[in-house]
């Protein structure tokens, strides 16, 4: 009996410091669960920044640059990562064609040019031999009136002066004709020229070439892109903010160009252009962690330049918003 009363006080001694220990443990929790509730938040009163993800761009937009028509590549002047000048050519398509076209029209330009040259000294002598008809017409009218000259040898005189003045605007009718063709020479010649300029795919602006992936002697169609053209700008950077956060832009507000996940600056501008309506995610859209179903704003940032940065490199944008 003494036994059992022993194990019951041990028992009870044992529940005791449990609950010793339960309440030393629950205690620092209480506390700070007490202070918790108690005190207010904490509210930043500094500006307050949206982060989006961009990519750099020149001001005027990457363009995509292809042929007029169809053809083999003959030469390539310039390869990806080239600076450019405007009109420079860049790739030239096989043109012998269209070379022999202009080499005719050019040839007939030239064989009209010689028909005109004759003609008109055709036109010169028949001035001399009109002048010469006029002057022996005028002599026998003097010889008639003085009975010096038969009536004939008058009429026949007028008939060779009227038939000398035929021939003279004969002449230069068809001189006239003549001049005519060339202007439809040129036009031909036009054409030809303009033929063999469309063999030629030439710089737009001043830039720099992107993207090309092509070799002389492979085939080209018409209205596909054959690489992508930098216009020479201002840098920029171009990226999406979520429709949560797109009514606190404003044009004019600052921002930081860092690299994506990092502290440091690349550079800094502002915002020059806000898109005036939402759009699906087209930045980085490929990513398969980009699940969500949100719109997005485009916002373009002008940089100041402080360092040379790379065309389409993945950039983060800090913008400081009120």
Known sequence: MKQVKVIQYKNTLMTRLYAFLLVLFLLPACKNK????????VISNGPQKIIALGRVEPETKI??????????????YYHEGDTVQKGNVIIELTHDYEDSKLT??????????????????QIGQAHIKEANLKTKLERSTNMYA?????????????????????EVERLNAALASEQNKIEE??????????????????APYNGIVMNMDLTEGSPVSTGK??????????????????????????????AIIRTEGMDDKLDEGEIIYLS??????????????????RRVREVRIKLKGLQPLLINSRVEAVITVE
């Open 34 to 41: 007490s202070n918790n509730q108690s005190d207010p938040p």
């Open 146 to 166: 003085s009975e010096a000259e038969t009536k004939q040898n008058l009429d026949n005189a007028q008939s060779d002066y009227d038939q000398a003045k035929l």
């Open 276 to 293: 005036n309506y939402l759009k699906k995610k087209s930045i980085f859209s490929d990513e398969s962690s980009n699940m969500e179903d």
């Open 104 to 121: 005719q029209a050019q040839a007939k330009m030239a064989t009209q040019l010689d028909d005109i040259k004759n003609f008109r000294a």
């Open 63 to 76: 363009a995509q640059v292809g042929a007029e028509t169809g053809g083999i590549i003959k030469k390539i």
């Open 185 to 202: 020479i040129k036009a031909d010649i036009a054409v030809a020229a303009a033929d063999v300029r469309r063999r030629k795919v030439v």
């Open 225 to 254: 892109a054959l690489f992508d053209f930098a216009p020479e700008a201002d840098a920029t950077v171009i990226c999406e903010v979520d429709e949560l956060l797109v009514k606190k832009l404003k044009l004019g507000q600052k």
